[in-house]
């Protein structure tokens, strides 16, 4: 049982991929690193021995820190935090007990590189209606919770990518992009080794919206619908992506918790 100042995976594996999921903190060796250099969704590398340093970075977030064992780093790491006024916990087991549990682990080897404040950029064209807006929603959830998305003209994508160092996604040619009948939101899951019942439950969900293909979930139409509801709704792309990750975060618990729910009214009296 997890202490109460430790996480226990199955805990941990309740709040990713949520809005309010607590900031992910991997502080193992470089050498337990280069071993399985996976990492917990939504994780943030940091040097063990330099906490005093970063430890104010996250000030006034919920951290879970993560070593290889959940031993002395981690629960090392988690002390100073509080110590600092931060809420913080270690991860039972660490990184190894997440993978014992078979916790969703992304590949680094498919993020790409960094700017100079350590976030992922990334461009795609202007005036987004699904794939483009689910793309950003499974970065910022799972992979990336500070990426920056540039909106451009199709025809300055490629330019944009080259002069400001920006990852192309969702437009012909690029590596993250449509492959067969598959959508970028597809590409994505694949590339970052997300597959898992809820995301590629949601990623059906959004094949068939991307593609026009309606038939092949029932829940599309009305992933459709809302979609261009909100292209209409906001004018600038930024305002729509802000606005709709709540879109998706309702898909994706509905992925996840609520799929053998059933709703109807009014509800049947009981017999006197």
Not at 97 to 124: E, H, N, S
Request: hydrophobic share 40%; net charge negative; aromatic share 10%.
């Amino acid at each position: 049982m997890a202490s109460n100042s430790e996480i226990s995976p199955s805990q941990l594996a309740r709040l990713v991929g949520l809005p309010g999921q607590p900031v992910i903190v991997d502080v193992r060796t470089d050498d337990d690193f280069a071993s399985d250099p996976r990492i917990v969704p939504g994780t943030i590398r940091r040097d063990f021995r330099t906490v005093p340093d970063w430890a104010g970075d996250f000030t006034g977030s919920s951290v879970v820190v993560v070593c290889q064992r959940g031993a002395k780093l981690s629960q090392g790491v988690s002390a100073w935090l509080r110590h600092d006024g931060i809420t913080a916990e270690s991860l039972e087991g660490g990184f190894e007990g997440w993978r014992r549990a078979q916790g969703l682990l992304v590949d680094t080897a498919k993020i790409p590189g960094r700017d100079g404040t350590g976030r992922t950029v990334w461009v795609t064209r202007a005036r987004p209606k699904i794939d483009r807006i689910a793309c950003p929603w499974l970065i910022r959830r799972f992979v990336d919770a500070a990426a920056v998305f540039l909106f451009v003209s199709a025809s300055e994508v490629v330019g944009v990518a080259e002069r400001f160092g920006a990852t192309p996604f969702d437009i012909e040619g690029a590596f993250w992009s449509h492959r067969g009948e598959r959508c970028t939101f597809d590409t994505m899951i694949e590339e970052f080794g997300l597959h898992s019942g809820p995301l590629d439950r949601l990623a059906d969900i959004v094949r068939a919206a991307d593609t026009a293909r309606l038939d092949a979930a029932p829940q599309a139409a009305g992933l459709l619908a809302a979609s261009l509801g909100y292209s209409r709704m906001y004018r600038d792309d930024q305002e729509q992506l802000a606005a709709s990750l709540s879109l998706y975060d309702a898909f994706y618990r509905w992925c996840r918790d609520a799929v053998d729910e059933t709703h109807d009214w009014p509800a049947p009296r009981k017999p006197a």
